[in-house]
T-cell receptor, first 111, second 113 residues
């Protein structure tokens, strides 16, 4: 059975800190890994990663994939209170249209 | 990014009734999906909405309970039938683009009393 595990489950840091969120996976026929930010209802798309070692960056957020060790990390530098959210990792595989989601990491930024 | 709209944004319903949720996507979307997120949990796929044919349901979800329509490429509905309090969740429409990126609509928060 396909599995996506995120760690930590929750994280509380002070504004300005840097955080690293982890996502490991065990799936067959890996196609891509996606990161989302969920604040209230809808997950907002952050990154899609398909190749190892290529960093994707958007402002203070960045992410990288390691297909050999089967994990990805999401980094947020100089955190702000607006970064408080649940961060979801999901994996897509070939031959099946569904995304398998991890349970998420709840990030809280203290002013 | 793809534009996905969904309505209603929230509703409070009585047990035994049904609610239909509508989802509209833009033309970048090729595939449409319906997800459920129960309180404190991650997202679970209900079904893939297929244009002009029956949806493809995931294990644990059946057409009688969650009938889905997709009459054209950019519109789909999900009905939650004969509701019980256990159906209280956020229901999310999702669309995958030709670039294989998947986006979510704003969600429908459903409370069943």
């Amino acid at each position: 059975e396909d599995k996506v595990v995120q760690s930590p489950l929750s994280l509380v840091v002070h504004e300005g800190d840097t955080v690293t969120l982890n996502c490991s996976y065990e799936v067959t026929n890996f196609r891509s890994l996606l990161w989302y930010k969920q604040e209230k209802k809808a997950p907002t798309f952050l990154f899609m990663l398909t190749s190892s070692g290529i960093e994707k960056k958007s402002g203070r957020l960045s992410s990288i994939l390691d297909k050999k060790e089967l994990f990805s990390i999401l980094n947020i530098t100089a955190t702000q209170t607006g970064d408080s959210a649940v961060y979801l990792c999901a994996v897509a595989i070939f031959g099946n249209e569904k995304l398998t989601f991890g349970t998420g990491t709840r990030l809280t930024i203290i002013p | 990014s793809a534009v996905i709209s969904q309505k209603p944004s929230r509703d409070i319903c009585q047990r035994g009734t049904s609610l239909t949720i509508q989802c509209q996507v833009d033309s970048q979307v090729t595939m449409m999906f319906w997800y459920r997120q129960q309180p404190g949990q991650s997202l679970t796929l209900i079904a893939t909405a297929n244009q002009g044919s029956e949806a493809t349901y995931e294990s644990g979800f059946v057409i009688d309970k969650f009938p889905i329509s997709r009459p054209n490429l950019t519109f789909s509905t999900l009905t939650v039938s004969n509701m019980s309090p256990e159906d209280s969740s956020i229901y999310l429409c999702s669309g995958r683009t030709t670039q294989e990126t998947q986006y979510f609509g704003p969600g429908t928060r459903l409370l069943v009393l």
